[in-house]
T-cell receptor, first 113, second 117 residues
């Protein structure tokens, strides 16, 4: 069943601009992850933020997590045309070796050169 | 990083035939693998959890006799779509959890696109 809801569903920006995508979820989580998917390809893990963390950085990526609002945001700074892809948030409510991911509907990002 | 290989990457078949998709963890052992289905422009829906040496756990609404899952070794899980019909056409993605790491990070295959004529 769907857990996360991303918004916007689609986002079109110019190269160099920042892109912000949001994700909301419904149940308690252990961690929240963001993935990228190029058209017709598999998923690439971008970043994981645990439920006891509020913000995390990785290169041009910045993720925030607000467990009180059950929401997360992914910020891509200084976007590039190569960032064009769909971005999904996924939640996990297991901390151990088991546990699947429940994906949101995704945001389709288009970065124009 | 860890690699998960899916094969075939695309397949076209006639209605009524069965299609097998393989998911291999290339450089790590995975006692658990997950199979997802993705319709065009939609999100990934978990179909089943594949457990090495035991029966798969299917999500509600997924027909286990239609989508046969076998996880015979620590590096291979297979999904067989039996008696495929056009409505089974979809993008199937597997993921494998590296149980050798603390985080148990999930790694995804490149997906297999099935088209049933």
């Amino acid at each position: 069943s769907q857990q996360g809801e991303e918004d916007p569903q689609a986002l079109s920006i110019q190269e160099g601009e920042n892109a912000t995508m949001n994700c909301s979820y419904k149940t308690s989580i252990n961690n929240l992850q963001w993935y990228r998917q190029n058209s017709g390809r598999g998923l690439v893990h971008l970043i994981l933020i645990r439920s006891n963390e509020r913000e995390k950085h990785s290169g041009r990526l910045r993720v925030t997590l607000d467990t009180s609002k059950k929401s997360s945001s992914l910020l891509i700074t200084a976007s590039r045309a190569a960032d064009t892809a769909s971005y999904f948030c996924a939640t996990s409510n297991y901390g151990g070796s088991q546990g699947n991911l429940i994906f949101g509907k995704g945001t389709k990002l288009s970065v124009k050169p | 990083g860890a690699v998960v290989s899916q094969h075939p990457s695309w397949v076209i078949c006639k209605s009524g035939t069965s299609v097998k998709i393989e998911c291999r963890s290339l450089d790590f052992q995975a006692t658990t693998m997950f199979w997802y289905r993705q319709f065009p422009k939609q999100s990934l829906m978990l179909m089943a959890t594949s457990n090495e040496g035991s029966k798969a756990t299917y999500e509600q609404g997924v027909e286990k006799d239609k989508f046969l899952i076998n996880h015979a070794s620590l590096t291979l899980s297979t999904l067989t779509v039996t008696s495929a019909h056009p409505e089974d056409s979809s993008f199937y993605i597997c993921s494998a959890r590296d149980t050798g790491t603390r985080t148990g990070e999930l790694f995804f295959g490149e997906g297999s696109r099935l088209t049933v004529l």
